[in-house]
């Protein structure tokens, strides 16, 4: 079992839809980093949390420290949100161990 | 303000050579990561260093070396080359005030390292 583990795999959704990612991790974290990757390998990272909850323009990510768990959340969806969103916790330290990814894909 | 750059962006090697991969972190950045991304292990933790200290190690042979310079620029080498090790290399750099710190990690656009 992953220490971080991330649902769905892949997420297909159509514009306009509003998309959940969901990250759950079995390791104690001091944050948790959510990053997004587009083709070609270049990662940007989204938020990074250690309580409760942050929001940068249609993306909003929320962390529940008690139950171990964060979501991603993506309103209004658009095709240019297609990517994959990865999340990572930070573990001994300044070490971040990282989920499998989600690969979204927003259709016109 | 200039973001991470990493250099060269692509490699190509043969078997049982050795690599130098640089990054160089963003202005007034003192803590730089490195990650490796394969299709399948995904992205994994290498080292980190801070103020020319190695302040964490991930699970990875001694092949995989790597140093930081008093500007905080990093290297990090990779010997005796196996096919394995083709893949994504990232590096990431942080502001971190003090050596107990961590801070969001900004990425640079990674150097896809070939082994033929």
């Known amino acids: 079992k992953n220490e971080v583990e991330q649902s769905p795999q892949n997420l297909t959704a159509q514009e306009g839809e509003f998309i959940t990612i969901n990250c759950s991790y079995s390791v104690g974290i001091s944050a948790l980093h959510w990053l997004q990757q587009h083709p070609g390998g270049g990662i940007v990272s989204l938020f990074m949390?250690?309580?409760g909850k942050k929001k940068h323009g249609r993306l909003i990510a929320t962390i529940n420290i008690q139950e171990k768990h964060s979501s991603l959340h993506i309103t209004a969806s658009h095709p240019r949100d297609s990517a994959v969103y990865i999340c990572?916790?930070?573990?001994?330290?300044?070490?971040?161990?990282f989920g499998e990814g989600t690969q979204l894909t927003v259709n016109p | 303000k200039a973001g991470v750059t990493q250099t060269p962006r692509y490699l190509i090697k043969t078997r049982g050579q050795q690599v130098t991969l640089s990054c160089s972190p963003i202005s007034g950045h003192r803590s730089v990561s490195w990650y490796q991304q394969t299709p399948g292990q995904g992205l994994q933790f290498l080292f980190e260093y801070f103020s020319e200290t190695q302040r964490n190690k991930g699970n990875f042979p001694g092949r995989f070396s790597g140093r930081q310079f008093s500007n905080s620029r990093s290297e990090m080498n990779v010997s005796t080359l196996e096919l394995g090790d083709s893949a994504l290399y990232l590096c990431?750099?942080?502001?971190?005030?003090?050596?107990?710190?961590?801070?969001?990690?900004?990425f640079g656009p990674g150097t896809r390292l070939t082994v033929l």
């Open positions: 949390l250690s309580s």
């Open positions: 990431a750099s942080s502001f971190s005030a003090s050596p107990s710190s961590y801070n969001e990690q900004f």
């Open positions: 990572a916790g930070l573990t001994s330290g300044s070490r971040l161990t």
